[in-house]
Every structure is written in C-alpha cells, then in structure tokens.
C-alpha cells in the first residue's frame, strides 16, 4: 500500500496554479520545438498558439460555471473565481476554439493540430502532478497500489469530506499522468506515418477522451446522470463524434487518386 506524504495547506491552490504554470511552459517548448521542426515557426504561428492559450485558460474556467451554481450554496462572482475550479476538459475545448478563432481572424488555412498534439499531451501530465499533490484522490478500491491518507492529511485536503483514515483510494491523477505520457510517447512515433493534416490532433483527442472517460470510474466526480458524471456526459458523445471522424478522413486519405488519363 502507498503512503502518501500529502500535505495541502493553505498554500495548496499556490503549488495547483505553480504546476500548472509548469505544464504551460513544458507545453510551449515543446510546440516551439515541434514547430520549428517542421519549418512552421512563424508569426502566424506564435499567434495560434497565444490564442490557444488565452481559449485553454477561459474554457477551463468557463467549464465550472454551472457546477459551481448548482453546488455553491450562495454563488458569487468572486466566490467562482476563488473557488469556481478548473476544468482540463473544458481548458481543451477552449484551447482548440482559441485557436480556430485565431486562424480565423488571421486567414490561416494550413491545420496546425499536429503541432500542438504532443506538447498538448506532456503539458497536462505536467499538470496534473499539481493535481495529485492538492487534490482528493480516487474512489476506494482494494488494489494494493491504493493511496491511504491520515487524519491530518484528509483535513488539509479540499473537497476530501468523504475521506476516510486507513481507506485505500484509487491513485487516478497517477493513471492520467502515466497514460498520457504513453499518449505522448506514441504521438511521437506515430508522426512519421499519418496520412492526413491535422490526423496526429485527431488520434490525441480521441486517445485522451477515452482514457478520462474510463478513469471517470476511479474518480470520485459526482454522479450527473445515468450513473456518469459531468464529464463523461461531455466525452461520450465528443468519442462517438472524433472516433467517426478519424476513420472517415483516414479511409478518405487512403484512397488512390483517380487519374482521369490512366
């Protein structure tokens, strides 16, 4: 069994918001790197990517909206923006409207998905360590690898009201830190073999709503509906809609081109 060493004061949202600072900057090195590669670093490219990063930022608030009304006894603006909580779903969902807004704005036309995919993927593994550090742990299980917590630790912990001393938890933040290094790693190798524009971004996006829809189960997230919760709601349909659209622009790549003269 892991004994954790946790400890979540005061300073706790500090060491959240430092290893989330932390992913951006691992995420915007890696973008750097991977555009430069690819003999893409330019303006245009710096702007897509800012844009990116001001939608990541308000979708990940945005996305806590509703949760934070329906939760907060007596909601306030400033009671949402102290306690309002990030969403790294929704920071997605903003990253990429940030950036098709901007290409928009710019008149850039070129897909630029698979230069983000990668850095994306470290980015929020990087991330999510300020998470396993400052946040409740998983649903109770009986593995031995489950967290256990003290009394001290629990009361130090937000959100950890159900917690109990002694209770193996699911380590979660764990799993999406270890797989998403694995979807990293593979979006790496896999860059070599796409056959369209913008297919490695397809592939991640797919890869990770899978991977956070089934670890939604070792979370302690509230139920919503239909014994899922909030985000699983979000990914099912965004699985059916990435999974449909993958293969068809995949078995529409693969394609030999008709030659009209052959």
């Known amino acids: 069994m892991i004994d954790t060493m946790w400890h979540v004061d005061n300073g706790g949202l500090l060491v959240h918001d430092a290893f989330t600072a932390f992913g951006i900057l691992v995420a915007g090195a890696i973008f750097?790197?991977?555009?430069?590669?690819?003999?893409?670093?330019?303006?245009?490219?710096?702007?897509?990517?800012?844009?990116?990063?001001?939608?990541?930022?308000?979708?990940?608030?945005?996305?806590?909206?509703?949760?934070?009304?329906?939760?907060?006894?007596?909601?306030?603006?400033?009671?949402?923006?102290?306690?309002?909580?990030?969403?790294?779903?929704?920071?997605?969902?903003?990253?990429?409207?940030?950036?098709?807004?901007?290409?928009?704005?710019?008149?850039?036309?070129?897909?630029?998905?698979?230069?983000?995919?990668?850095?994306?993927?470290?980015?929020?593994?990087?991330?999510?360590?300020?998470?396993?550090?400052?946040?409740?742990?998983?649903?109770?299980?009986?593995?031995?690898?489950?967290?256990?917590?003290?009394?001290?630790?629990?009361?130090?912990?937000?959100?950890?009201?159900?917690?109990?001393?002694?209770?193996?938890?699911?380590?979660?933040?764990i799993y999406e830190i270890v797989l998403l290094v694995a979807i990293a790693a593979s979006l790496v190798w896999l860059r070599r073999t796409t056959v369209f524009p913008g297919e490695l971004f397809l592939i991640f996006l797919l890869s990770y709503s899978v991977v956070r829809f089934a670890l939604e189960f070792t979370r302690s997230n509230p139920d919503m509906a239909f014994g899922l919760s909030g985000t699983q709601l979000l990914l099912l349909p965004s699985i059916l809609v990435l999974g449909v659209r993958l293969t068809r622009r995949h078995h529409a790549a693969m394609q030999p081109a008709w030659d009209p003269g052959g």
């Open 32 to 173: 750097v790197a991977e555009a430069r590669r690819q003999g893409r670093l330019d303006l245009a490219m710096w702007s897509i990517g800012a844009g990116s990063l001001v939608g990541a930022a308000i979708g990940a608030r945005a996305a806590f909206v509703w949760r934070y009304v329906t939760l907060s006894p007596e909601p306030t603006v400033r009671g949402f923006l102290l306690q309002g909580g990030k969403s790294v779903v929704g920071g997605l969902a903003g990253a990429y409207l940030g950036a098709v807004l901007t290409k928009h704005l710019l008149g850039y036309r070129d897909s630029t998905g698979d230069v983000f995919a990668p850095a994306i993927a470290v980015g929020l593994a990087v991330g999510r360590i300020g998470c396993l550090l400052t946040e409740p742990p998983g649903t109770s299980t009986s593995l031995p690898w489950g967290i256990r917590l003290t009394a001290a630790e629990i009361a130090a912990t937000p959100g950890c009201d159900t917690c109990r001393p002694g209770v193996a938890y699911h380590p979660s933040f």
